[in-house]
Protein backbone atom coordinates (compact mmCIF):
# COMPACT_ATOMS: atom_id res chain seq x y z
CA UNK A 1 0.00 0.00 0.00
CA UNK A 2 1.63 3.14 -1.39
CA UNK A 3 0.81 6.46 0.37
CA UNK A 4 2.48 10.09 0.31
CA UNK A 5 1.98 12.42 3.20
CA UNK A 6 2.63 15.94 3.84
CA UNK A 7 3.46 18.07 6.77
CA UNK A 8 3.94 21.97 7.34
CA UNK A 9 6.48 21.57 9.50
CA UNK A 10 7.95 18.14 11.73
CA UNK A 11 10.80 17.86 13.19
CA UNK A 12 12.36 15.00 11.25
CA UNK A 13 10.33 13.04 9.17
CA UNK A 14 12.55 10.18 10.13
CA UNK A 15 11.09 10.26 13.29
CA UNK A 16 7.69 10.73 12.42
CA UNK A 17 7.07 8.15 9.49
CA UNK A 18 6.07 5.72 12.84
CA UNK A 19 2.65 8.37 12.89
CA UNK A 20 1.48 7.90 9.23
CA UNK A 21 2.55 3.83 9.54
CA UNK A 22 -1.10 3.15 9.73
CA UNK A 23 -1.83 -0.40 9.08
CA UNK A 24 0.19 -3.29 9.27
CA UNK A 25 1.32 -4.14 6.37
CA UNK A 26 1.98 -0.64 5.28
CA UNK A 27 4.77 -0.33 2.46
CA UNK A 28 6.40 2.82 -0.02
CA UNK A 29 4.65 5.00 2.39
CA UNK A 30 6.38 8.39 2.62
CA UNK A 31 6.37 11.69 4.46
CA UNK A 32 7.18 14.93 3.50
CA UNK A 33 7.80 18.60 4.44
CA UNK A 34 9.39 21.53 3.23
CA UNK A 35 9.91 22.58 7.09
CA UNK A 36 12.01 20.21 8.81
CA UNK A 37 13.54 21.72 12.45
CA UNK A 38 15.77 19.22 13.49
CA UNK A 39 16.53 17.02 11.06
CA UNK A 40 19.30 14.24 11.48
CA UNK A 41 22.21 12.92 9.76
CA UNK A 42 24.45 10.34 9.55
CA UNK A 43 25.97 9.41 13.33
CA UNK A 44 23.97 11.98 14.90
CA UNK A 45 24.74 14.83 13.04
CA UNK A 46 22.21 17.49 11.77
CA UNK A 47 20.78 17.64 8.98
CA UNK A 48 19.65 22.20 8.78
CA UNK A 49 17.51 23.54 6.10
CA UNK A 50 16.10 26.17 5.32
CA UNK A 51 12.50 26.17 5.05
CA UNK A 52 10.01 26.24 1.54
CA UNK A 53 13.37 25.91 0.20
CA UNK A 54 14.41 22.25 0.32
CA UNK A 55 12.64 18.68 0.93
CA UNK A 56 12.70 16.83 3.69
CA UNK A 57 11.52 13.22 2.76
CA UNK A 58 10.78 9.72 4.57
CA UNK A 59 9.95 7.02 2.69
CA UNK A 60 9.13 3.42 4.94
CA UNK A 61 9.96 0.12 2.87
CA UNK A 62 9.38 -3.47 4.26
CA UNK A 63 12.50 -4.97 5.06
CA UNK A 64 11.25 -8.42 4.36
CA UNK A 65 10.59 -7.28 0.45
CA UNK A 66 14.43 -6.25 0.56
CA UNK A 67 16.42 -9.48 -0.24
CA UNK A 68 20.06 -7.08 -0.08
CA UNK A 69 22.67 -7.12 2.35
CA UNK A 70 22.04 -3.63 4.64
CA UNK A 71 25.26 -2.00 2.66
CA UNK A 72 23.80 -2.77 -0.79
CA UNK A 73 20.70 -1.78 -0.23
CA UNK A 74 22.31 1.81 1.28
CA UNK A 75 24.44 1.56 -2.03
CA UNK A 76 20.89 1.19 -4.18
CA UNK A 77 19.08 3.59 -2.54
CA UNK A 78 22.31 6.35 -3.08
CA UNK A 79 21.73 5.00 -7.19
CA UNK A 80 18.37 5.73 -7.70
CA UNK A 81 18.28 9.18 -5.91
CA UNK A 82 21.05 10.06 -8.51
CA UNK A 83 19.38 8.61 -11.31
CA UNK A 84 16.19 10.61 -10.33
CA UNK A 85 18.42 14.18 -10.17
CA UNK A 86 20.29 13.19 -13.21
CA UNK A 87 17.44 12.67 -15.55
CA UNK A 88 15.83 15.65 -13.99
CA UNK A 89 18.64 18.30 -14.01
CA UNK A 90 20.01 16.78 -17.69
CA UNK A 91 23.86 16.63 -15.22
CA UNK A 92 26.43 14.94 -13.86
CA UNK A 93 25.14 13.69 -10.60
CA UNK A 94 28.10 11.36 -8.77
CA UNK A 95 27.89 9.37 -5.61
CA UNK A 96 29.81 10.11 -2.35
CA UNK A 97 30.58 7.42 -0.78
CA UNK A 98 28.87 5.92 0.54
CA UNK A 99 25.74 8.00 -0.26
CA UNK A 100 25.89 11.32 -0.38
CA UNK A 101 24.86 12.79 -3.74
CA UNK A 102 27.22 15.36 -5.78
CA UNK A 103 26.61 17.87 -8.52
CA UNK A 104 29.62 20.22 -9.69
CA UNK A 105 31.72 19.24 -6.54
CA UNK A 106 28.94 20.60 -4.16
CA UNK A 107 26.46 17.93 -1.74
CA UNK A 108 23.13 18.38 -2.50
CA UNK A 109 21.42 15.83 -0.73
CA UNK A 110 22.01 13.76 2.74
CA UNK A 111 20.86 10.45 3.32
CA UNK A 112 20.04 8.17 6.33
CA UNK A 113 18.71 4.78 6.21
CA UNK A 114 17.38 3.39 9.60
CA UNK A 115 16.14 0.11 10.76
CA UNK A 116 13.07 0.45 13.00
CA UNK A 117 10.08 -2.27 13.99
CA UNK A 118 6.55 -0.58 13.71
CA UNK A 119 3.28 -2.45 13.99
CA UNK A 120 5.23 -5.47 14.75
CA UNK A 121 6.72 -4.74 10.83
CA UNK A 122 10.90 -4.51 10.57
CA UNK A 123 11.34 -1.52 7.87
CA UNK A 124 13.98 0.39 5.95
CA UNK A 125 13.51 4.31 6.95
CA UNK A 126 14.80 5.94 3.97
CA UNK A 127 15.27 9.75 4.82
CA UNK A 128 16.44 11.73 2.39
CA UNK A 129 17.09 15.72 2.42
CA UNK A 130 17.59 17.36 -0.66
CA UNK A 131 18.89 21.01 -1.32
CA UNK A 132 16.09 22.46 -4.06
CA UNK A 133 16.45 26.31 -3.87
CA UNK A 134 18.29 27.42 -1.06
CA UNK A 135 20.89 29.79 -2.79
CA UNK A 136 22.99 30.64 0.56
CA UNK A 137 25.13 28.37 2.51
CA UNK A 138 27.59 30.53 4.28
CA UNK A 139 28.47 28.05 7.12
CA UNK A 140 28.43 24.29 4.63
CA UNK A 141 31.25 25.68 1.85
CA UNK A 142 30.66 22.03 0.36
CA UNK A 143 26.85 22.15 0.07
CA UNK A 144 24.86 23.52 -2.52
CA UNK A 145 21.41 23.10 -3.98
CA UNK A 146 19.75 22.04 -7.59
CA UNK A 147 19.14 25.86 -8.02
CA UNK A 148 23.08 26.54 -7.40
CA UNK A 149 24.10 23.56 -9.46
CA UNK A 150 22.33 23.63 -12.42
CA UNK A 151 20.65 26.83 -12.54
CA UNK A 152 17.35 25.55 -12.73
CA UNK A 153 14.43 25.93 -10.39
CA UNK A 154 11.60 23.20 -9.75
CA UNK A 155 8.23 23.18 -8.20
CA UNK A 156 8.58 21.92 -4.45
CA UNK A 157 5.30 19.25 -4.62
CA UNK A 158 5.38 17.90 -8.01
CA UNK A 159 9.51 17.35 -7.58
CA UNK A 160 8.33 15.32 -4.51
CA UNK A 161 5.77 13.43 -5.84
CA UNK A 162 7.83 12.46 -9.35
CA UNK A 163 10.59 11.71 -6.69
CA UNK A 164 8.32 9.31 -4.64
CA UNK A 165 6.84 7.35 -7.47
CA UNK A 166 10.14 6.91 -8.63
CA UNK A 167 11.62 5.81 -6.14
CA UNK A 168 8.84 2.88 -5.79
CA UNK A 169 9.33 1.71 -8.99
CA UNK A 170 13.04 1.54 -8.32
CA UNK A 171 13.20 -0.22 -5.22
CA UNK A 172 9.60 -2.57 -6.49
CA UNK A 173 12.49 -3.75 -9.48
CA UNK A 174 16.54 -4.44 -7.75
CA UNK A 175 18.68 -5.54 -9.95
CA UNK A 176 21.39 -8.56 -8.58
CA UNK A 177 24.03 -7.67 -6.19
CA UNK A 178 26.47 -7.79 -9.05
CA UNK A 179 24.85 -4.96 -10.52
CA UNK A 180 24.37 -2.98 -7.94
CA UNK A 181 28.33 -2.34 -7.33
CA UNK A 182 29.18 -1.96 -10.96
CA UNK A 183 26.51 0.87 -11.01
CA UNK A 184 27.99 2.46 -7.45
CA UNK A 185 31.48 2.33 -8.71
CA UNK A 186 30.33 4.03 -12.16
CA UNK A 187 28.86 6.79 -10.76
CA UNK A 188 31.76 7.02 -7.68
CA UNK A 189 32.40 10.92 -6.76
CA UNK A 190 36.57 11.27 -7.57
CA UNK A 191 37.13 7.84 -8.47
CA UNK A 192 40.28 6.90 -10.04
CA UNK A 193 41.42 10.61 -8.94
CA UNK A 194 44.03 12.33 -7.12
CA UNK A 195 42.23 13.46 -4.37
CA UNK A 196 43.07 14.91 -0.62
CA UNK A 197 42.03 12.48 2.46
CA UNK A 198 41.77 13.41 6.05
CA UNK A 199 43.14 10.32 7.94
CA UNK A 200 44.58 10.06 11.46
CA UNK A 201 44.29 14.37 11.58
CA UNK A 202 46.92 14.07 9.06
CA UNK A 203 46.21 15.24 5.20
CA UNK A 204 47.68 13.13 2.22
CA UNK A 205 46.92 11.90 -1.37
CA UNK A 206 45.10 9.32 -2.39
CA UNK A 207 43.24 7.75 -5.20
CA UNK A 208 39.47 6.13 -4.67
CA UNK A 209 40.17 2.57 -6.55
CA UNK A 210 36.49 1.25 -5.64
CA UNK A 211 33.83 0.34 -2.83
CA UNK A 212 33.40 -3.31 -1.69
CA UNK A 213 30.46 -5.13 -1.03
CA UNK A 214 30.86 -4.96 2.76
CA UNK A 215 30.59 -1.12 2.85
CA UNK A 216 34.21 -0.25 2.86
CA UNK A 217 35.89 1.99 0.49
CA UNK A 218 39.41 0.94 -1.59
CA UNK A 219 41.61 3.69 -1.31
CA UNK A 220 45.31 3.75 -2.67
CA UNK A 221 47.52 5.79 -0.54
CA UNK A 222 50.98 6.66 -0.22
CA UNK A 223 51.95 3.91 1.89
CA UNK A 224 49.82 1.44 -0.65
CA UNK A 225 46.43 -0.05 -1.01
CA UNK A 226 44.00 0.08 2.08
CA UNK A 227 40.23 -0.66 2.91
CA UNK A 228 38.37 1.87 5.54
CA UNK A 229 34.83 2.09 6.51
CA UNK A 230 32.80 5.27 7.21
CA UNK A 231 34.35 8.05 9.49
CA UNK A 232 37.60 5.91 9.50
CA UNK A 233 38.92 8.76 6.64
CA UNK A 234 37.44 11.62 5.07
CA UNK A 235 37.82 13.25 1.34
CA UNK A 236 38.39 17.01 1.45
CA UNK A 237 36.82 18.50 -0.81
Known amino acids: MSELFYRNACSSTNDEINDVLLYPQSN ?11 GRGQYGNSWTSVAEQNLAYTLAVKASCILHSDF ?9 VQNYLANLTEKIVKIKWPNDIIVKNKKVVGILI ?5 NQENYFIIGIGINILQENFDEISNAGSLLTQTGKTFNLNQFTENLHLFLIE ?12 AEFNSCLFRKDEISVFELDKTRQNGIIRNADENGEIWIELESGLRSFYHKEIKLLY
Not at 72 to 80: D, K, P, R, S, V
Not at 170 to 181: F, S, W
Open 28 to 38: FVGLYTFNQIK
Open 72 to 80: LFNYYTAIA
Open 114 to 118: EKKKI
Open 170 to 181: KLTHIPNDDEIL
